[in-house]
């Protein structure tokens, strides 16, 4: 059993970045972040292999999200920048028993609480 916490979640203002991350109880294969806006079903933003070699970001965020995992520490992060208010939802983090490739659909073992991001215009 693998226990994901996420954080860095906050209120910024349209154009600012954030960073968030996600902290595992044990090791991980591949990882991926999520997130569900208000009214809406949970969405991929981004995917990212065991070995950090392979990356999949949803079309919304491509160029302005970065996702990047440390395998010693056990950690993986969400770098937003040029935040946009459409960007506000709750953010979560998955991991998932692929040890190859990424995974873009829901199809993950383990999820976090969620953070929420909020972006105001």
């Known amino acids: 059993q693998v226990q994901l916490v996420e954080s860095g979640g906050g209120l910024v203002q349209a154009g600012d970045s954030l960073r968030l991350s996600c902290a595992a109880s044990?090791?991980?294969?591949?990882m991926g972040w999520f997130r569900q806006a208000p009214g809406k079903e949970r969405e991929f933003v981004a995917a990212i292999s065991w070995s950090g070699f392979s990356t999949s970001y949803a079309d919304s965020v491509k160029g302005r999200f970065t996702i990047s995992r440390d395998n010693v520490k056990n950690t993986m992060a969400l770098q937003m920048n040029s935040l946009k208010p459409e960007d506000t939802a709750v953010y979560y983090c998955?991991?998932?028993?692929?040890?190859?490739?990424?995974?873009?659909?829901?199809?993950?073992?383990?999820w976090g609480q969620g953070t929420q991001v909020t972006v105001s215009s």
């Open positions: 998955a991991a998932g028993l692929a040890k190859i490739g990424v995974v873009v659909s829901q199809d993950y073992r383990y």
């Open positions: 044990g090791r991980t294969n591949n």
